[in-house]
């Protein structure tokens, strides 16, 4: 069946640090991606999406790249900030329901 | 942005007794809504879809005599764990789509830590 794969973390950076979560998915056809990020002591936000291959989703300085030959979604951001500690998910769409990955902590150190 | 609230955010209750979990639109109305449970290190897995003003749909393996799930209005469902027992310590989490979802199930609430004792 259709899955997502996240690395582990927590992941640790210093503050303007680059970022990279990996995300790879398993999945009959086309189906969109996302990645949802949680801060600490609210509920998951949508940071961005991607419909289609070859689509980049962007947001707040963090960019995915749908990979439709890697079968993966990889987040990335340039220069982390402190305020960008939290834990994200990487998902996919199938139908009316969501499938996620299992998270990854992000936190970033001054 | 769109709003969805879940309360409590802490639950713990002993074992045997219910314990119901709220989730409110605050400023959408809400024609489906999802419940999701999280085991730790484990994906978010989604339970059940409701819709309002008719019965849930349980994802396989999901009790729904165990896990009651009620939407009556297009604001508030609500999640009861009945006959609870430390098994069910989870992490329950709610989202909801408005009908004009910009993406669909973008709207999640902040989640419930249950501790079944």
């Known amino acids: 069946g259709d899955s997502v794969t996240q690395m582990e973390g927590p992941v640790t950076l210093s503050e303007e640090a680059f970022l990279t979560i990996n995300c790879t998915y398993t999945a009959t056809g086309y189906p969109s991606l996302f990645w949802y990020v949680q801060y600490p002591g609210e509920g998951l936000q949508l940071l961005l999406k991607?419909?289609?291959?070859?689509d980049k989703g962007s947001n707040k300085g963090f960019e995915a790249t749908y990979r439709k030959e890697t079968t993966s979604f990889h987040l990335e951001k340039g220069s982390v900030q402190v305020s960008d500690s939290a834990v994200y998910f990487c998902?996919?769409?199938?139908?009316?329901?969501?499938?996620f990955g299992t998270g990854t902590r992000l936190q970033v150190f001054p | 942005g769109a709003v969805v609230s879940q309360h409590p955010s802490r639950v713990i209750c002993k074992s045997g007794t219910s314990v119901k979990i709220e989730c409110r639109s605050l400023d959408f109305q809400a024609t489906t809504m999802f419940w999701y449970r999280q085991f730790p290190k484990q994906s978010l897995m989604l339970m059940a879809t409701s819709n309002e003003g008719s019965k849930a749909t349980y994802e396989q393996g999901v009790e729904k005599d165990k896990f009651l799930i009620n939407h009556a209005s297009l604001t508030l469902s609500t999640l009861t764990v009945t006959s609870a027992h430390p098994e069910d310590s989870s992490f329950y989490i709610c989202?909801?789509?408005?009908?004009?979802?910009?993406?669909?199930?973008?709207?999640f609430g902040q989640g419930t830590r249950l501790t079944v004792v």
């Open positions: 998902a996919l769409s199938r139908g009316d329901k969501l499938i």
């Open positions: 991607a419909t289609k291959a070859d």
């Open positions: 989202s909801a789509s408005a009908p004009s979802g910009a993406t669909w199930g973008a709207f």
